[in-house]
């Protein structure tokens, strides 16, 4: 089964925090607070299972956060991918507190990040969005989320109403992690599964393999749908 597209804001104020080494050095501008819950249902109506939560943090403290690779944007883009050119922030910490996750980002020196050094010195109430893949299951408390991969935390402003097509649109299609870390469509997956097999078509019963081969990739579109 893949997994479905998955934003989720946490509206929770931000601290602004300056930060100054010495002298010589330029000022630093972070942001912090709550970035994650588990264990309660949220604004989405999803609840994420802390166990699970807390394991995926650990992974993305280790591949993303530890490499210097963990920057969010600004305002929810409805993508898998991180696009560095909206890049307003970088996460450095990410630690449990109870059934929260509390965060540090540094502000970038980005157009971004000047944007939200300018917002959260105004006192604007800004918020974090998670943005991953996972699965739903309905259930008498809410939509529970489960096999949860982050892909990386966003900064908002607005509730994600205006959002609400495009998210479902991206939630009725499937994804899945390889084991490079890359994040495939299903059917984008079943199509390069395709190519690779009738590259080494066999010296007999070609005409079959390719049969089973098509009928396979059609079985695999289905499923996704």
Request: aromatic fraction near 6%; hydrophobic fraction near 35%.
């Amino acid at each position: 089964m893949g997994l479905k597209f998955l934003t989720t804001e946490l509206h929770e104020s931000l601290e602004f925090l300056v930060e100054e080494q010495n002298k010589t050095e330029p000022q630093k501008y972070f942001i912090s607070g709550p970035y994650m819950m588990a264990e309660k249902q949220n604004q989405n109506g999803r609840i994420y299972q802390l166990d699970e939560m807390k394991r995926e943090v650990e992974r993305y403290g280790t591949d993303m956060i530890q490499t210097r690779r963990a920057i969010g944007e600004m305002n929810h883009p409805q993508s898998t991918e991180v696009n560095p050119v909206n890049a307003c922030h970088l996460v450095v910490e990410l630690k449990q507190n109870d059934n929260y996750f509390m965060g540090k980002s540094l502000i970038l020196d980005t157009p971004m990040g000047q944007l939200l050094k300018s917002l959260v010195k105004d006192k604007i109430q800004m918020g974090i969005s998670t943005r991953g893949l996972g699965n739903l299951t309905e259930s008498n408390q809410g939509k529970k989320v489960s096999n949860f991969h982050l892909i990386c935390l966003d900064v908002v402003h607005q509730p994600s109403v205006q959002n609400a097509m495009l998210e479902s649109i991206l939630e009725s299609k499937e994804w899945m992690v390889g084991g490079d870390g890359r994040i495939v469509e299903l059917s984008e997956h079943a199509f390069q599964t395709l190519q690779k097999n009738i590259a080494t078509l066999p010296k007999k019963e070609t005409d079959m393999f390719i049969k089973e081969q098509l009928l396979n990739f059609i079985a695999t579109l289905k499923g996704a749908n």
